[in-house]
């Protein structure tokens, strides 16, 4: 019956090669100040190295003006932004998920966006962050299974340094970098919830913040870490912690309507609804091969990418484990195996699942759950590191991790033969610090050797980090945008772009794909691109979205990054329907703003005018004359419809008198997303869509008063109650097992006193 509990106590804090100075007092914070700080100083290296490093891909396009868009809303008090029907495609934030709307900690991520000068700035800062907290998360975990404050230090310093974390999530993909940052803090509170070390309210709020982040890689990380630590609680015989965990679990549960309901009724809708529930083309997939030189900082695997093939170390986890296998003594993982239950369950789930095909269902590149599986190995090392490291047999280990290390460099080098340099480079850094860091262990003073030894594994990943980033520079697998930082900048050289709704047509693809970095920067002085229209504060049609609505964005030829091709500008002018106004009217744009090639020889609706002082870089066309309804949404009506007054009342809201003695449709210049309805007097209209997405109200004959329009993100209202119930019930458990441990704490100071007296 006590197996399982030494199984799960805390590791001692003396081990063999001498005392984890981390026994002491001043320990207990001295460790986690020294990641923090760390990870902080080596997470600013590659913003002075590269100092656009972490505005690649999404992050430049989609992510910073987004962010500083939604920090700007909350600035002007719109609370929540769940959806924003001027951004069109890119306004549906409830439905998209991807900027966790109900989380919190996000809105303080919008805020200190949108009140920087400088976009590069700020978003570097918040990555910095992220990435010192996801350190210090992965801390407290590898402490609460356990391991020594000396060994967590070293595997938590690392982790925000993988080649997937590091190149990706921080560089390009920054809500994985948030929802992967959030992974260690919601498993160290789950873990403690279940060995009754925390009040369960505090185990729903953490694992609730990762829910309510909106990545469906965080909420499978709450459900992968949620059923390993059942089993932990099964084998560990905690019943009480079980029941407990169990309640938590539910109330976790509950939020997931409220966050993925609007995707799952509008997902049908979008343009990247197709596709095989299982499939593989490769990409971002790596293979078991790919892991296994996980210690090589300059391996690049042989995978398809974003822009074409793997350009940067994607699959490195950290330098030191290599060199270490051989001296690390594993029989402590025996005497452990059952407080590591969930440790094991997850990496086994995430390892099959990085392996796995290139698409399952939600999941689609599954490289992104190698940091998933890093985070587990890194438990495991941090607790067998913990014993310390070998001191028998000393050459033969020496000679096994110079082998090692030379095999890794060679099978990295078998996949490229022109890469000698490279792989040459990042072999004979891990041999060096290898060297420096066994020296310290043989011939470092005994109590100072665990704290020496981290000492040079921390330093070793700084080192590392600015080798990687010296030789890869920017992540040239994901998309390059360059696109300009400086706020003020940006909106006093498209200041005359407004007032008024403004589309792009223009296709940059080409000048980005294979134009010069040069080139490509002399765009953004007339063109812009994903969402950073909301940045030069231009109400534009086009934005970046991860799932547009595809009939509207097929109808102006509008990739998912906001850029559209020549046939977008040619479908303005077009007619909407047998009937309609054209697609120009019917969006109530003011500007149309297209490339000189693309305009040439077409001719435009009459009732615009050329502005012929650009002409010699981009064609910007004004409308004459004014609107109709310029304070509504409302675009167009029938000709017997008598429209008396129409205004919109905030983004989610519209209200038109009208008389419509025969009926008819209107037209709106919104997207028609599921979630909208409509009634006149309090007697619900139909609503729908227009060939081109547009939302649209039918009109029974002899209609006559105040038609409402009005916007709620599907299953808001389910969800809001399902969260609300879930969170009472969990600060009811919570109260309730503080009541019980005051009383069992209170049984047990009366026996004590009992038996002294006895």
């Given amino acids: 019956m006590t197996a399982p509990t030494r199984a799960d106590a805390p590791a001692p804090e003396v081990v063999r090669e001498g005392v984890d100075s981390g026994g002491s007092r001043a320990g207990r914070w001295l460790w986690p100040l020294l990641v923090v700080l760390a990870t902080a100083a080596f997470a600013t290296i590659p913003a002075v190295l590269e100092p656009e490093f972490y505005l690649r891909g999404d992050s430049a396009a989609q992510f910073a003006p987004t962010w500083w868009y939604l920090g700007t809303l909350l600035r002007r008090g719109e609370f929540l932004p769940l959806f924003d029907p001027g951004s069109f495609a890119g306004g549906n934030y409830a439905a998209e998920t991807l900027f966790g709307v109900y989380n919190p900690v996000n809105w303080l991520i919008w805020l200190v966006v949108s009140g920087a000068d400088d976009l590069r700035v700020s978003v570097t800062a918040v990555k910095v962050v992220l990435m010192a907290l996801l350190a210090?998360?992965?801390?407290?975990?590898?402490?609460?299974?356990?391991?020594?404050?000396?060994?967590?230090?070293?595997?938590?310093?690392?982790?925000?340094f993988s080649g997937f974390t590091l190149f990706w999530d921080a560089g390009s993909w920054t809500n994985g970098l948030v929802a992967f940052t959030w992974t260690p803090w919601m498993w160290w509170a789950l873990r403690r919830t279940l060995h009754g070390r925390l009040n369960p309210f505090w185990g729903f709020l953490v694992a609730a913040m990762a829910v309510l982040q909106g990545n469906p890689y965080g909420t499978l990380a709450v459900v992968v870490v949620g059923v390993g630590l059942v089993l932990e609680g099964l084998v560990l015989r905690r019943w009480r912690g079980l029941a407990v965990l169990a309640v938590v679990g539910a109330c976790v549960a509950a939020l997931l309507p409220l966050v993925y309901l609007p995707l799952v009724e509008t997902v049908s809708l979008a343009a990247r609804a197709e596709g095989a529930l299982v499939m593989n083309n490769g990409r971002l997939r790596p293979t078991l091969a790919d892991l296994l030189l996980a210690g090589s900082p300059t391996h690049v695997p042989p995978i398809a990418a974003i822009t074409g093939p793997m350009a940067v170390p994607a699959t490195y986890w950290a330098w030191f484990v290599v060199p270490l296998l051989p001296w690390l003594r594993?029989?402590?993982?025996?005497?452990?195996?059952?407080?590591?239950?969930?440790v094991g369950v997850a990496g086994l789930v995430w390892f099959a699942m990085t392996v796995g095909p290139s698409k399952l269902w939600l999941f689609r590149w599954p490289l992104r759950l190698s940091e998933y599986l890093f985070l587990c190995l890194s438990l495991v090392l941090a607790v067998v590191l913990s014993r310390g490291l070998a001191r028998d047999r000393v050459l033969l280990r020496g000679a096994a991790s110079a082998g090692l290390v030379l095999l890794s460099g060679w099978l990295a080098l078998s996949e490229d033969p022109e890469l000698l340099r490279r792989v040459g480079l990042g072999t004979v850094a891990v041999l060096a610090l290898a060297l420096v860091a066994l020296a310290v262990h043989r011939l470092a003073p005994a109590r100072l050797g665990a704290a020496l030894l981290a000492g040079v594994l921390v330093l070793g990943t700084g080192a590392t980090t600015a080798l990687q980033v010296r030789v890869f520079g920017e992540n040239a697998s994901s998309r390059v945008w360059h696109v300009p930082t400086d706020v003020a900048g940006l909106q006093a050289r498209f200041?005359?772009?407004?007032?008024?709704?403004?589309v792009q047509i223009a296709d940059l693809r080409g000048v980005q794909e294979r134009g010069s970095d040069e080139r490509l920067r002399a765009q953004w002085s007339d063109y812009l691109a994903g969402s950073m229209f909301h940045v030069a504060g231009v109400d534009a049609v086009n934005n970046y979205t991860g799932m547009g609505l595809e009939t509207f964005t097929s109808s102006l030829c509008m990739n998912y990054d906001g850029l559209a091709r020549a046939c977008g500008y040619e479908r303005l002018w077009q007619p909407v329907g047998e009937d309609g106004a054209t697609l120009a009217d019917q969006l109530k744009l003011s500007t149309v703003v297209t490339q000189p090639q693309i305009a040439r020889g077409r001719t435009t609706d009459a009732g615009w005018t050329r502005d012929r002082s650009v002409d010699s870089r981009a064609v910007v066309l004004r409308r004459d004359d004014p609107l109709p309804w310029p304070d509504s949404r409302l675009a167009q009506a029938p000709g017997d419809v008598a429209v008396v007054a129409a205004r919109s009342d905030g983004p989610r809201r519209d209200e038109v008198e009208l008389r419509a003695p025969e009926g008819g449709t209107l037209v709106f210049a919104t997207l028609g997303w599921p979630g909208y309805e409509a009634s006149l007097d309090g007697r619900p209209v139909p609503v729908g869509r227009n060939e081109v997405g547009l939302l649209e109200v039918d009109l029974p004959p002899g209609s006559e008063g105040t038609l409402e329009v009005a916007f709620t993100p599907p299953g808001q209202r389910v969800g809001l109650l399902?969260?609300?119930?879930g969170t009472l019930l969990a600060a009811a458990t919570g109260a309730l097992v503080a009541v019980l441990s005051r009383r069992q704490r209170r049984r047990a100071e009366v026996s004590d006193?009992?038996?002294?007296?006895?």
């Fill in 722 to 725: 399902l969260a609300g119930l």
């Fill in 753 to 758: 006193r009992a038996d002294a007296s006895g």
């Fill in 136 to 160: 210090l998360g992965t801390y407290v975990l590898a402490r609460e299974y356990g391991a020594a404050r000396w060994a967590s230090a070293a595997v938590a310093v690392a982790l925000p």
């Fill in 495 to 502: 200041a005359d772009w407004g007032p008024g709704t403004v």
């Fill in 330 to 342: 594993l029989d402590a993982l025996r005497e452990r195996l059952g407080g590591l239950t969930a």
